[in-house]
């Protein structure tokens, strides 16, 4: 594929920051003995960033794209930087939603920016550089945990910021030589409302995935305050959970030859969601937390495998405003699931937590199995 | 299913857009349009297979974009460099 080698330093250098300081926010914050509301709010924070997608991409009007991308990169290093010496809970939490709200930069820009670079080429290279962002990522995240328990998370978020530094000086060299192009979105209120399918399909995917974010808070509680992981241990947790993710994609992926065989797959992926939540809950040694993990990225890797084939087969809509639907309701439901789940887990504790999730997940599972499998029929 | 020789032989080499877009127009010439709901929908041997958001010459349309995907290759479609609409290829 004809990209060049040093545009691929760029997503490589975010999923090193990924697995050597975001993804262990919550973990951190467990450990600075924060509440489980504020937990929820770390948890909410990533989508809390889509909230913000409209203003990055009405910037772009003024600033070029690479330097506005750029720029809050480079503020976003900053942020990690100031989170690795914070030791205050409430502050810790504030810092996180500040970075959080920088970084939704990239997911808006950053496939712009590729696409003005690459135009028709533009697809297939961001699904390629998305794949070195999960390697880089799944390397680093097992590495990443030993390195936090022999040095603290200091060093960790030291490196998450540099590595952050490398990939906004990549994106200041790729001045845009073409022009945007001229996108009318489509209001994907109307999406909804037009299309019965669609509804029925976003209705779904609303109440599975409220059941999925509801458990963001219940996992670093239960692996840090109750049962005293290492954050060796965590990491690699991560990094089984990524693999299996890579693995489930790349499974469904030559599965997937008909509309019958994506169902299954949908099916299968919230049964693993739900047979993690019932590890979490009833067994949670160990062992069973890295079968659980397994699940997870089975799971994880399926539900986004469906989406995006939905995405790419669906004759009646534009794919990026399918996939901009679905980012818009994952914001929504990023932002208050993880705040449920913390109510939950401070009321009834983390147990309640998961098999509320479980309740959730089953009844979506149900609900697709009864009357969801016309989705793809004209 | 469609069944037509450029659909065989695009998906018998490496996809290129010039390829991809010739045989979007040998499909063009065989689709059906059908005004609903404010939009044209494409249709070929009675199945919907894409839309359009208006009424533009279908020779003059050009690929922006395509999807491969498992049941097919979804191919945006501009005229004048403006979306103009969605055509999915098949397999």
């Known amino acids: 594929m004809n990209y060049k080698k040093s545009d691929a330093l760029v997503p490589v250098s975010i999923g090193l ?53 750029a720029t809050a990169i480079f503020l976003g290093s900053i942020v990690i930087l100031l989170l690795a010496f914070t030791r205050t809970p409430l502050i810790f939490t504030i810092l996180v939603a500040i970075y959080f709200i920088l970084f939704g930069v990239w997911d808006v820009l950053y496939p712009a920016l590729v696409d003005i670079l690459y135009s028709e080429l533009a697809v297939k290279i961001i699904a390629r550089f998305d794949e070195l962002r999960s390697i880089s990522y ?42 945007e192009e001229n996108l009318e979105k489509t209001n994907i209120i109307t999406i909804i409302r037009e299309d019965p399918d669609i509804l029925k399909l976003v209705s779904i995917f609303m109440i599975a995935g409220t059941g999925m974010l509801m ?48 169902y299954v797959t949908f099916t299968i992926g919230l049964i693993s969601i739900i047979t993690m939540a019932l590890i979490y809950t009833f067994i949670p040694n160990y062992l069973m937390l890295i079968v659980a993990n397994i699940f997870c990225g089975i799971g994880e890797s399926s539900i986004s495998f469906f989406w995006q084939t939905f995405s790419i087969s669906n004759p009646d809509y534009r794919t990026e405003d399918l996939s901009s639907l679905h980012l818009f309701t994952c914001g929504v439901r990023g932002i208050y699931a993880p705040l449920i789940g913390s109510l939950i887990i401070t009321a009834y504790g983390v147990k309640a937590n998961f098999i509320s999730s479980v ?20 | 299913m469609m069944d037509e020789v450029c659909i065989r032989e695009l998906f018998s080499h490496p996809i290129t857009i010039e390829g991809l877009e010739s045989c979007v127009h040998e499909i063009l010439k065989k689709v059906e349009l059908v005004e609903r709901r404010r939009k044209i ?15 533009v010459p279908l020779d003059s349309l050009k690929v922006s974009k395509y999807w491969e995907g498992p049941f097919g290759i979804k191919t945006e479609l501009s005229y004048n460099g403006h979306f103009a609409g969605v055509l999915m290829i098949e397999k």
């Not at chain 1, 097992?142 to 990549?170: D, E, Q």
């Not at chain 1, 290492?230 to 489930?248: M, Q, R, T």
């Not at chain 1, 997940?361 to 609900?367: C, E, G, H, P």
């Open chain 1, 138 to 179: 799944t390397l680093i995240v097992a590495l990443s945990g030993f390195i936090m328990g022999f040095w603290g998370h200091r060093t960790t978020f030291f490196m998450g910021a540099a590595a952050l530094v490398v990939a906004g000086i990549f994106i200041l060299r790729n001045e845009p030589k073409g022009e």
């Open chain 1, 215 to 262: 458990m963001l808070p219940a996992i670093p509680i239960l692996e840090v305050n109750v049962l005293k992981l290492s954050d060796a241990k965590i990491g690699v947790l991560f990094a089984v959970n990524s693999v299996s993710y890579i693995l489930g994609t790349e499974m469904w992926s030559r599965y997937v030859k008909s509309v019958p065989r994506l």
């Open chain 1, 359 to 378: 309740v959730l997940i089953l009844f979506a599972l149900i609900v697709f199995l009864t009357t969801g499998r016309d989705i793809f029929e004209d």
């Open chain 2, 41 to 55: 929908i494409l249709t070929y041997k009675g199945r919907k297979v894409g839309h359009l958001i208006e009424r």
């Open chain 1, 17 to 69: 920051t990924q697995g050597l300081a975001t993804v262990f926010f919550t973990v951190v914050a467990a450990h600075l003995g924060a509440n489980p509301f504020l937990i929820g709010i770390i948890s909410s924070s990533p989508y809390l960033g889509n909230l913000f997608a409209p203003l990055w991409s009405s910037l772009t009007e003024k600033i070029k794209i690479n330097k506005e991308l």
